[in-house]
């Protein structure tokens, strides 16, 4: 990699350090308290006034759950694996976990504190869901019934039944959820709130 690309590749890290911080819903000192790395030091690299180095980004990348590469877009290497964008809607951000269109969907998804709104209608479409909570908790509203999804608890749904689910915080919420077609049944592993 010549200088220029390499200067720019370190220029970026700064601006997709504070999104992916900010996506998660995780301040400064809760990044610094999770890393050990001081405040001053991670608003420096954010705002670009200090360059990233291995020592620092490691503990970063360890903290987000994310691989390093996405925190310094690494060229592609001819690997064959599969690596598809992360993109965000409402507030959630969507880690593609696959790409056969028409097929079963994989989504690694993010929630941050309070996303979306608790204040959202329950809605419907074709299709199951079926979603496995990483950590942090899920409210799933499914018709009349209000469940808390914790750390290691799944859930499946009929998607033509009215439903919502969002993170009821404190701390950011990671779900691995499965959207198949009409057919996909899976089992039901959550408790109602009491």
Do not use: C
Not at 6 to 18: K, N, S
Not at 97 to 122: T, W
Not at 142 to 151: I, N, Q, S, T
Request: net charge positive; no cysteine.
């Amino acid at each position: 990699m010549d200088d220029d690309r390499l200067g720019q590749v370190l220029d970026a890290v700064g601006p997709r350090l504070r999104e992916l911080r900010q996506e998660r819903g995780v301040t400064l000192a809760q990044l610094s308290e999770t890393t050990g790395i001081s405040v001053s030091t991670l608003s420096r690299l954010e705002s670009g006034g200090r360059r990233p180095t291995l020592e620092l980004l490691l503990p970063i990348a360890r903290a987000h759950r994310v691989p390093l590469d996405q925190l310094v877009d690494a060229p592609e290497t001819g690997d064959p694996r599969l690596r598809l964008r992360s993109f965000q809607r409402n507030g959630i951000t969507y880690v593609p976990l696959s790409r056969r269109p028409g097929g079963l969907q994989a989504y690694k998804q993010i929630f941050p504190p309070g996303v979306p709104s608790p204040e959202l209608d329950q809605r419907t479409h074709e299709g199951y869901e079926w979603m496995y909570v990483l950590s942090g908790r899920i409210r799933l509203r499914l018709g009349p019934h209000d469940v808390l999804l914790k750390a290691g608890e799944v859930a499946e749904f009929d998607t033509h039944v009215p439903h919502w689910f969002g993170n009821p915080g404190p701390e950011p919420a990671e779900v691995i959820s499965l959207y198949g077609p009409q057919g996909e049944r899976m089992h039901v592993r959550a408790r109602p709130k009491h």
